[in-house]
């Protein structure tokens, strides 16, 4: 038994030794040991202070902390249970003290400033200057220079918010888990993709158990089982109570979530007027691309406006192609029939179903295409390692020799990545799929680990994982992905990718560490491969023939890529309209009625429907589940997309597969982190600035 489990180096972790009843003496040990770190740095003396004992020194102080937290936030993420949430809770309000109070703290404020006023700070290389520059800012902007009675508000809304967002993000996967309907007559199944059939009874057989389930189909509101109902679904009623069920996760006790929204902006509306800005917006965006919440509310607008005629005439199409199927005058739909008709149009004027896709998106054939098509054009290579969860070992990969990684479920894998060239280990990850109950929406990368140049030269490995909530394998089928599954994968490798391929000597530089609407454009680009065929043919295989997809589907498939185009982009931008709305006016104001509020400020981004849809805010994780996440910044999304489209055009001119453009990428983008400003990153590679054309023209919506 490891005594102290959660501060064992990631390298060797054990998972299943981590338990929750560690959490609290690890997570103690952590923070005695990061203060007794920053006080070595508060009681140097002014002449004392160098970049080694004060930047880097502040830099490296909590390392230990922030890996052992990293762990329990994780497994709160992937296996959350009461016991593991009650510790995560427990320890929650000290960890984020510990951390708001740093860039508060006056004595290291002042160490910071006594070695930028010295000899050595003026003689810094380019990124150990980046690193000083960055450091300052972050004190700067927290309230350093604040009197005392504010900066102890700020660490107070600090705890608060943390406090609060974790209710939050445990209220969405307590509703979520907490629904599901069940289906006895198979007949009600109509129209249903046998997949989407044999993943609901698997569900049923786990939910209500072999007798009863074998019987049944049960559907929940995770995205694998709830959108192809609402896609193909015949029945209109169960339709209609799937999609109201999803409507209103969070509105009523005892996850109503609408109280906590509110308490959330008003704490980031008063740290946002304490430390002299308008708004949050203001807050955060200070030092991204767009600089400011007037400007990124300016480019959404923009793009509002390019896109309007297109968004109208798509539902008043789809109305109509409705009308004409049912011989009934045209009017508006119900949400729960928006897609259903939309696949049936989609079918019928490109003769394409999404579900045809299906069978080539095997997910082992496509992480082993993507492995392949990375190897192509970036110079890595990836080799699988054997698992083992509790006393199971896993044969994965093709090196027997090879020591078994322990996992924390039995379905996750674990992967090295190597340069091609030096054969260097640069990073190793995980990777977890599918659903769980014990699971959070969505699909995500994270780290574990950036690793940092050593004595002899060589950098440390870096560690990182991906997780989703991909289409799961049943007793007779592989886990047989949707084509927006496999972009998924490919965005969340792409993060993963700028993690592994960091190449800065600054931790805290490295990697995804990057301004918020520069981190997507790695993740966004990866995304382009999956519409060309030639990417395509190194991962899309079927799953009994082996065949790649045939040229008239791949045909079909492009020409319907830009169905609804319209309002794919709305739906983005109404999201990005939201949140700035909500952190820069309904925070500073009194409103009786969120979802009227917010309906009458997104009436343009919104279609029109037979019944009026909630807002997405009560379950919007990316604004509300951390203190700040994507909050003020979901616009980073579409910001990115002018990048990743504008980025793809070098490649679509110089090859897809080029590898000198591949490379280019990975040493002018990947591995470089913020070790440079994120313009100039991004003119390195593209000799100019970004232009918002190739993203209108690639969505089909240029005039």
């Not at 109509?320 to 149009?345: I, R």
């Not at 993690?499 to 382009?528: T, Y």
């Not at 700040?628 to 980025?647: C, I």
Request: charged letters at 30%.
């Amino acid at each position: 038994m490891i005594q102290n489990p959660f501060l064992e180096s990631p390298e060797n972790q054990s998972w299943f030794e981590l338990k929750p009843e560690f959490i609290r003496t690890d997570i103690t040990i952590a923070l005695e040991q990061a203060e007794k770190n920053l006080q070595k740095i508060r009681d140097l003396k002014p002449e004392q202070a160098t970049f080694a004992n004060s930047v880097k020194a502040l830099e490296n102080a909590s390392l230990d902390l922030q890996s052992a937290w990293g762990l329990v936030s994780h497994l709160d993420s992937v296996c959350n249970t009461q016991e593991l949430r009650e510790a995560y809770n427990e320890m929650l309000p000290a960890v984020s003290s510990f951390g708001a109070k740093i860039s508060l703290d006056p004595v290291l404020w002042k160490a910071l400033q006594a070695f930028e006023e010295s000899e050595e700070a003026s003689n810094l290389n380019l990124v150990d200057r980046r690193l000083l520059n960055e450091t300052l800012l972050d004190f700067k902007e927290a309230g350093a220079d604040l009197p005392d009675e504010k900066r102890k508000r700020l660490e107070e809304i600090s705890q608060e918010l943390a406090k609060v967002t974790q209710k939050f993000s445990e209220q969405v996967l307590d509703a979520t888990n907490e629904w599901r309907i069940v289906v006895h007559e198979e007949k009600k199944l109509a129209g249903l993709p046998e997949t989407a059939k044999e993943a609901a009874r698997q569900t049923a057989i786990e939910k209500l158990g072999t007798e009863k389930g074998k019987s049944s189909w049960v559907f929940t509101l995770h995205a694998p089982s709830m959108l192809p109902v609402l896609q193909y679904l015949e029945d209109d009623d169960i339709r209609r109570k799937v999609w109201q069920a999803s409507d209103s996760l969070c509105v009523n006790d005892p996850h109503a979530n609408e109280p906590l929204i509110r308490k959330i902006i008003l704490l980031r509306q008063e740290k946002s007027e304490i430390l002299g800005k308008n708004d949050f917006a203001d807050v955060v965006l200070s030092r991204r691309m767009a600089k400011n919440g007037e400007k990124a509310d300016e480019f959404i607008m923009q793009l509002h406006e390019k896109t309007i005629p297109f968004f109208n005439n798509e539902n008043r199409e789809l109305e109509e192609f409705k009308a004409n199927k049912t011989n009934q005058d045209t009017e508006l739909l119900e949400p729960w029939e928006v897609a259903y008709w939309s696949e049936k149009l989609k079918k019928e004027r490109y003769d394409f179903d999404s579900e045809d896709l299906r069978p080539f998106f095997p997910i082992q054939s496509v992480l082993e295409g993507m492995f392949e098509l990375t190897s192509k054009v970036f110079g890595l290579k990836i080799e699988e390692r054997p698992t083992k969860f509790e006393d199971q070992v896993f044969e994965y990969g093709n090196n027997s020799d090879a020591v078994p990684q322990s996992v924390w479920h039995p379905e996750v894998r674990f992967y090295d990545l190597f340069d091609e060239q030096s054969e260097q280990l640069l990073g190793s990850f995980y990777a977890d799929w599918h659903p769980r109950s014990s699971k959070r929406s969505g699909a995500w990368m994270n780290y574990l680990k950036t690793g940092e140049p050593t004595e002899n030269g060589h950098r440390e490995a870096h560690i990182g994982l991906i997780c989703g909530n991909l289409t799961a394998p049943t007793p007779s089928k592989p886990a047989l992905l949707t084509h927006y599954e496999v972009e998924t994968v490919f965005h969340e490798f792409g993060h993963l990718l700028h993690h592994l391929c960091g190449n800065v000597p600054h931790r805290s530089l490295n990697g995804v560490n990057v301004a918020w609407d520069f981190v997507e454009l790695p993740s966004q680009i990866m995304e382009n491969w999956c519409w060309e065929k030639e990417s395509l043919d190194l991962f899309a295989r079927h799953h009994e023939s082996g065949d790649t997809i045939p040229e008239s589907l791949f045909r079909k498939m492009l020409r319907a890529r830009n169905f609804m185009a319209g309002n794919t982009m709305m739906r983005q931008l109404a999201f990005a309209k939201l949140d700035l709305h909500i952190h820069r006016f309904l925070a500073k104001h009194e409103f009786e009625d969120l979802e009227a509020n917010l309906s009458e400020a997104l009436n343009s981004f919104l279609p029109k429907r037979k019944s009026t849809p909630r807002s997405i805010a009560l379950r919007f994780s990316h604004l509300f589940s951390s203190p700040v996440g994507y909050a003020a910044a979901y616009y980073s999304y579409k910001w990115a997309e002018v990048l990743d489209a504008d980025a793809f055009t070098r490649f679509k001119k110089e090859g897809i597969m080029n590898p000198n453009t591949g490379r280019d990428f990975r040493e002018q983008i990947l591995s470089k982190g913020n070790s440079e400003p994120p313009d100039q990153l991004y003119r390195n590679f593209m000799g100019r600035d970004p232009n918002s054309e190739p993203l209108m023209n690639r969505s089909g919506l240029s005039t």
